[in-house]
């Protein structure tokens, strides 16, 4: 149908560029936020300690690059910088092999007389413009246990005073990866408590790459169509369906800084529609007559509509689509995102600029182009094609008869991925599938993910660990010739 | 097609298998094979004697039956239920992982998603492996960077380069895979692909001998893993990436599977020795609700837990960005 997108320019960029959404990591994951660089950039400000910094630095510098806080606002680290933070783990004997610690702790105790330096002393060095690693260096100096702690100890001691008097702002660039991991830390109701190996475990199981036709019931906020987006790279179509009349919020396909190519291949559509097709082989004229209007509809046009939708969710977690520049929110993630009719006083060009398909200029205004309600043609294609691929994210709601509407409109051999937060459901349905054979390869499944830290002499796991990231039933569509199938 | 490089490549309602398309043969969930399908060719299971033949024309996903009595799949000749059957899927990386030839150790699902993800792997990019070992991980990686990217593997083993360069050939990914013979511990990465590649795969016995290489590789901000069975590789690799990479993070993941069976457990009143819910059922039989012997209530009889068996271990990920 459609020829493939001519070769890109390079698949990911490597620069915060004006527009796009960045997800800013200060002291090492301790706070994280999502900005994004309008070209009045020099107006967001994020709230580091107790000095206001402005975002513009942040314009057109590489991903993966560390800012400090300077006396103007933020500063990009230079290798000096980076290199203080570096020495201290890397401290090893000469021939590579650790040192034997001879110092414990038998004679610390701690009583808060250790450090001489007060608050006052402190303040005082501030005010003559001592920078944070001058005071990191004062503290350690004016410490009288430090010179008796163990070289491991040190170091966390040093890094700790890091972290309050210097700290570091690193720019991350937003994906999928990325985007789940602040969300299930900070902010995981939003999300469905969904975990990043569950999502990559669903991407592969529905078998997600180019040129897919994907159906994904997203209840997550839109993360798994974001992601589902990602992996299609512009080819390829992502049908987001929903119950009912009112589709649920997918505002975080938004974080993704999805080309405008990527985003035009989101389409949303009520699941009553395409069953409805299934159903009685001729486009619903209602379909037709909804379309027009809402072709280029935005997908959260105000703050309301999004307060609404989460509402519906039933999710407590405070609406972080709130237009509050630096603020801290009672949660420690921020997501500041101008309502979307401020972002760009003159829309119309849109269509134009999808055209070019390419990265320069503003994508902001392109992520409104996902969303749209799929063409008649599209529609009568997919009934005649199937989707080659189904993901259901709907952690809150019954399964067994939602997957068993589903199904019919994958084509045969089509795998799918269903999450869930409970395992009764997810049991029922693959019973449910295995008695009336509309399935195969049948698996529920749950991930286990440990994280390790890995320094010389101090290798074990985290000490915290999360013990669930969901349960995923598994499998591949087929035809059902005999056995008898029970109307629902 | 695999992985489709074009639009009518795709798995859809419309498609027909032809001949020289490859099949996945789905005999049971644990007994599956690829084939590729040929004029005259026949495939021989427990289940019986399969015609290629019959199959042509079909959609992926159908079943068929076989066209003479099978060994241990009953006798009956044509399409009764006791003649024996089998699906035929369309293949994906997931099932190729599932059906390939062992030469090596593979990666398994778990390991292939979580680094297809955390390589931050889309569309377009070029990524590095080493050692291409069985290509279980190399099929699920040309998925991700398919139409236009490209992955460069590299094993040092002449024959196992061989016969993954056939696989890929025979699954249609030779214009996303390059298979080169090369000692990646000894000499590096070559030259050509200095500064070029978004992501770099390790699985070697000493990573840490081809970190400095990786290093030269990546683009900024590119991202590194090293996967490896044993701690103490782990802490060697580790320990070569701390002066050119940042966010190094080490993880393992593993799969729990759980089994699900319609049954009914012993009621545990003092008087009755009464069961509770239908009796156990065959699977294959499908009971519309309202029959159920002597049961009035709906209850579910479904019952869940996990299996017993389980992989323990398969290797430890290591995840690092080249700093900026």
């Not at chain 1, 000096?80 to 020495?87: E, G, I, M, Q, V």
């Not at chain 2, 599932?98 to 030469?103: I, N």
């Not at chain 2, 190399?138 to 960077?145: D, K, N």
Request: proline share 6%; charged share 20%; with cysteine.
């Amino acid at each position: 149908m459609d020829p493939p997108p001519p070769s890109p320019s390079p698949a990911i960029p490597r620069e915060a560029w004006e527009g796009c959404s960045v997800l800013l990591d200060i002291n090492d994951g301790d706070r994280l936020a999502f900005f994004r660089l309008t070209p009045a950039a020099y107006l967001l400000t994020v709230k580091i300690g107790n000095k206001t910094c402005s975002l513009q630095p942040l314009v057109g510098r590489p991903f993966g690059s560390l800012f400090r806080v300077g006396a103007d606002g933020l500063v990009p680290c230079t290798a000096a910088d980076a290199s203080s933070l570096r020495d201290d783990s890397t401290r090893d004997g000469d021939d590579g092999q650790v040192q034997d610690e001879t110092r414990d702790n038998r004679s610390l105790v701690d009583n808060n007389t250790a450090q001489n330096l007060s608050s006052d002393d402190i303040e005082a060095m501030k005010r003559d413009g001592a920078t944070g690693d001058e005071i990191v260096e004062a503290l350690i100096a004016n410490s009288s246990t430090f010179g008796k702690k163990t070289v491991f100890s040190q170091e966390k001691y040093k890094l700790k005073k890091q972290k309050k008097y210097a700290p570091k702002v690193l720019l991350r660039r937003p994906t999928a990866r990325s985007i789940c991991e602040t969300y299930f830390k900070k902010s995981p109701a939003r999300t469905g408590f969904m975990r990043v190996d569950t999502l990559s475990l669903l991407l592969s199981m529905a078998n997600i790459g180019p040129y897919s036709d994907a159906l994904v019931v997203d209840m997550v906020g839109g993360l798994v169509v974001g992601a589902v987006a990602e992996r299609l790279g512009g080819t390829g179509y992502v049908c987001s369906t929903y119950l009912g009349k009112k589709p649920s919020s997918i505002d975080i396909i938004r974080m993704y800084n999805l080309s405008g190519d990527m985003a035009s291949r989101i389409a949303q559509a009520p699941l009553n529609d395409l069953c409805s097709l299934q159903n009685s082989g001729n486009t619903p004229s209602v379909l037709n007559g909804s379309s027009q209007g809402e072709v280029t509809k935005p997908i959260a046009v105000s703050t309301e509509d999004t307060q609404l939708s989460l509402a519906q969710q039933g999710d407590t977690v405070v609406s972080d689509e709130k237009q509050q520049l630096s603020a801290e929110q009672p949660v420690d993630m921020e997501v500041s995102e101008p309502p979307l009719e401020e972002e760009h006083p003159v829309q119309d060009e849109t269509s134009s600029l999808d055209n070019k398909g390419n990265d320069d200029g503003s994508i902001a205004s392109r992520s409104l182009k996902a969303g749209k309600t799929p063409s008649p043609e599209k529609m009568k294609y997919w009934k005649e094609h199937g989707f080659s691929s189904l993901i259901v994210a709907a952690p809150g709601n019954e399964v067994e008869s939602l997957v068993a509407d589903l199904l019919p409109l994958l084509s045969d051999s089509a795998p799918f991925a269903i999450y869930h937060q409970y395992l009764q459901p997810l049991a029922t349905c693959m019973h449910s599938l295995q008695v009336s054979k509309m399935a195969i390869g049948l698996q529920i499944s749950e991930p286990w993910l440990r994280e390790y830290q890995v320094l010389p002499s101090r290798t074990h796991p985290h000490m915290q660990m999360n013990a669930f990231g969901g349960y995923i039933l598994s499998g591949i569509k087929i035809h059902n010739t005999d056995a008898v199938v029970a109307n629902k | 097609m695999m992985v489709p490089l074009d639009p009518a490549g795709k798995l859809s309602s419309q498609r027909r298998i032809a001949e020289g398309d490859t099949v996945v043969v789905y005999e049971r969930h644990d007994a599956m094979r690829a084939v590729a399908v040929r004029a005259g060719g026949v495939l021989q299971n427990r289940f019986g004697v399969f015609r290629h033949d019959d199959w042509v024309g079909r959609p992926f996903g159908s079943k068929v039956h076989s066209s003479a009595g099978g060994g241990g799949g009953g006798g009956k000749k044509g399409g009764g239920k006791a003649g024996g059957f089998v699906h035929l899927l369309a293949p994906t990386p997931e099932l190729w992982t599932l059906v390939l030839s062992h030469r090596t150790q593979i990666l398994y699902i778990a390991d292939i998603s979580l680094v297809v993800a955390y390589l931050e792997l889309v569309p377009g990019c070029v990524v590095l492996e080493s050692g291409t070992g069985s290509g279980s991980l190399t099929t699920s990686l040309a998925r991700a960077v398919a139409p236009h990217g490209r992955v460069h593997t590299f094993d040092f083993h002449e024959q196992r380069a061989t016969s993954a360069r056939e696989d890929f050939e025979r699954n249609g990914l030779s214009s996303l895979i390059t298979v080169n013979v090369r000692d990646i511990q000894g000499e590096g990465f070559p030259e050509e692909h200095r500064g070029a590649a978004d992501a770099v795969f390790l699985d070697l016995p000493q990573p840490w001998l081809a970190i400095p290489s990786v290093s030269l590789m990546l683009k900024q901000d590119g991202v590194l893993c090293s996967f490896s069975p044993c701690i103490e590789q782990v802490q060697r690799a580790c320990d070569a990436m701390r002066s050119c990479f940042t966010d190094i993070r080490t993880f393992e993941i593993l799969l729990r599977t759980y089994e699900v069976r319609d049954g009914s457990l012993n009621s545990g009143t003092a008087n009755e020795e009464a069961v509770v819910g239908p009796r156990p059922q065959k699977r294959k039989k499908f009971t519309p609700s309202g029959e159920n012997s002597g049961c009035t209530e709906k209850t579910s009889s479904v019952l869940v837990r996990p299996c017993s068996t389980a992989k323990g271990h398969t290797g430890y990920l290591t995840f690092a960005r080249l700093r900026v």
